[in-house]
């Protein structure tokens, strides 16, 4: 048996960028889709604002606009008196310019004439006959009014690319009639689960088998990250089955996961077939990462492919998914790194030296302060993470961390 | 014009639920989804373990399961000799019992035997012969080994009602074979969206016009919380048309949300309206809220219907939209409120004394600390929304906060 040195998390990080590069997918593909798809997708471009928001200056109250300066010395008991040349309508151009001593009737939502620069409020008025209303209020120049351009400029940046396409941004997106809007196409993922003990979720396991978890947790977690799933497979721990299926995935995926083969011999067939399958092959032989270690990395450059062979236990596969192949998604695709929160440690917390931990953790507020209480129990348990809220992580070279140490939760 | 009482938003939260259980809707129905289907759905009933998982011992490692009473006294230089009865295949049931001086090799993941309770991994044996290995290490109780029932037990509350199914919920239904699963039905909502300036998002306004956002964001809000929306409509603001659009959405819609109608006398028309198709009608003329006190409440017993005014304003319609609708429908969900991140206030902000101030921030990380950052504007600009993480609440009894308070976010 050959021995190999284990990557740090952020050396296979490294590596996994560097071979993106190096087949070309560094730089993702776009696509144009029309905005009502674009629900949770993320921009590829800058987007800035093509005209200024709003585009002319609305009222936000009802009343009378004026320019400021007229109403200069009104208050409840001495009105100011002007002209009213105008009665603007909702979505109609304002025509008629206001002069010194002149105002126009505006509703909410409408447009002010050309000089004038504040509303004063209807119930701050009283109409003297048809063309004269006694305005009750000095108001200030602006007073409101939203002018051209106070939302956004035009050529203001308005949502960077990388950004997560959510009901602020499709409205900020809608309000400037970016209609068909450039997103990153999709990563396309393979999934593969082998074991000789798995059946799929809807049999009833034998004796000595168990139900496949990883094809869909795995597949839950990347569609919701932004990838696209070609397929899931479900397979026996067998040599020509496993080459058949990777070789089948290398032809349409970008991305191909492999689960499972969590004995000795068995990770060691998941390593020599995607060595053998791919050119060059494998450039990461196990990950510094508590659960992960048993990760594998490959690359296969004529078809464009990454093989990542991750652990069989689902808390470990899960983990090791999350942080490097959402990671990958996230940073080709310019994404904003997730804030962490921080939190008090609920319980003293061990930790492998020599290599980063992950913890899972649960969120709970007592007496106003977040508290993280790490969710213990083996990686090859699936409650783990249903019940964990996300992650923190210890670094290598600390034995562990004290209760009420302040630590960083990254949701999941 | 009449005067209304306006309320505060927890009476209006308490006349919606009560609505809801007027119309019989407080039990909100429920169906049965392939579970490849659940992602991001909300789980309708307690989901309990119906089998203990996993259901026989695994073994975590590859090696001999042994009774680890049989390896006390072994070390590096005192090894303890067993007899190997049996060799378990992975996926398969361990069929030969383990008695005194007895073990049996088992690979990661495979069963143990009966009278197993440990296991020796294969790094510290040496095969003896074909029927005896030497173990170089003494073990406890459990080591390296999964029980049954360690993972869930029977019985167990895997997954309480309520629960949204992300990955890891989704995995735990995998394990236990739940591959049908019990949903909440969403609610179904017509958004209508009212103004003489409104175009449509891919339409060039002319002067004096804007485009809709409403209709657009609101969508991409409610269904990321789980609504099904029926219909989106924009109109201009007439009596007719807004009427035969009420009756119609009254049809097939458990809520109908209509925002806009900005201008006094239009709004007066949204709530007149809605009095009048709606019976009872309304119940509630306004919110103790800021932004968000145009809002109006109305309810049709007969067709079981929720009407509900939102304001015209984009980030205000959309606070309120979240504050009412996506709050009552996690509310009869039995979603676990949100918790609330702590940060500490960038800078001064101001309040409206006597009611709820809603503040969208944005949340910042500096020198290890999280910071809420306002995002200030009126509430006429989509940007505040598009640039906000979240918002805080200040109750209406202060006057305001100062810079570095802590205050509770709430992301959205």
Redesign the interface.
């Known amino acids: 048996m050959k021995l190999f040195q284990v990557d740090t998390l952020a050396t296979a990080r490294q590596k996994l960028l560097a071979a993106m590069e190096e087949m070309g997918k560094k730089a993702l593909p776009q696509e144009n889709i029309p905005?009502?798809e674009a629900?949770?997708r993320i921009l590829a471009k800058d987007f800035r604002a093509p005209e200024p928001?709003?585009?002319?200056a609305?009222a936000?109250v009802?009343g009378y606009a004026v320019r400021a300066v007229d109403t200069q010395g009104a208050g409840e008991s001495l009105p100011v008196f002007l002209t009213i040349v105008d009665e603007?309508?909702?979505?109609?151009?304002?025509a008629t310019a206001i002069g010194p001593g002149e105002c126009a009737y505006v509703?909410?939502?409408?447009?002010l004439p050309p000089g004038a620069d504040a509303m004063v409020m209807?119930e701050h008025s009283e109409l003297f006959d048809a063309t004269h209303v006694a305005l009750y209020q000095a108001v200030a120049y602006g007073r409101d009014v939203?002018f051209p351009g106070?939302?956004?400029r035009q050529g203001d940046l308005?949502?960077p690319a990388g950004s997560r396409l959510?009901?602020?941004?499709?409205?900020?997106?809608?309000?400037?009639?970016l209609?068909t809007v450039p997103v990153w196409q999709p990563l396309r993922l393979s999934i593969i689960s082998t074991?000789?003990?798995?059946v799929p979720?809807?049999?009833?396991?034998?004796?000595?088998?168990?139900?496949?978890?990883?094809t869909?947790?795995?597949r839950?977690?990347a569609?919701?990250a932004g990838f696209f799933v070609v397929r899931t497979r479900v397979l026996q721990?067998e040599e020509p089955l496993l080459r058949e299926a990777l070789q089948e995935a290398m032809h349409d995926s970008d991305i191909i996961a492999v689960s499972g083969g969590?004995?000795?011999?068995?990770k060691d067939m998941t390593g020599r077939l995607m060595d053998e399958v791919a050119s060059p092959g494998l450039f990461t032989h196990g990950l510094a990462l508590k659960p992960g270690k048993p990760t594998i990395l490959a690359k296969d450059i004529a078809s464009g492919t990454l093989l990542v062979g991750l652990p069989?236990?689902?808390a470990a596969a899960?983990m090791v998914f999350h942080l490097l192949l959402v990671w990958l998604w996230e940073t080709l695709c310019g994404v904003a790194p997730q804030?962490p929160?921080?939190a008090e440690l609920e319980t003293n917390l061990p930790a492998a030296p020599g290599r980063l931990t992950c913890q899972p953790v649960m969120?709970?507020?007592k007496d106003?302060?977040?508290l993280a209480r790490p969710v213990l129990?083996?990686s090859?348990?699936?409650?783990t993470?249903?019940?964990?809220d996300g992650y923190l992580i210890i670094e290598g070279e600390r034995e562990g961390l004290p209760q009420g140490a302040l630590v960083q939760v990254y949701r999941w």
């Open positions: 905005f009502s629900a949770g928001l709003p585009a002319f609305r936000t009802d603007v309508h909702i979505g109609e151009a304002a509703p909410t939502g409408g447009m209807i939203v106070e939302d956004v308005v949502l959510e009901f602020g941004a499709l409205g900020a997106l809608a309000a400037l009639g209609t074991g000789d003990e798995l979720a809807e049999c009833k396991p034998n004796c000595g088998q168990i139900r496949d978890i990883n869909y947790a795995l839950a977690l569609e919701r721990d969590s004995s000795q011999g068995k069989g236990h689902p899960l804030l929160l921080t969120l709970i507020e106003g302060k977040l129990g083996k090859a348990l699936i409650t993470v249903a019940r964990a």
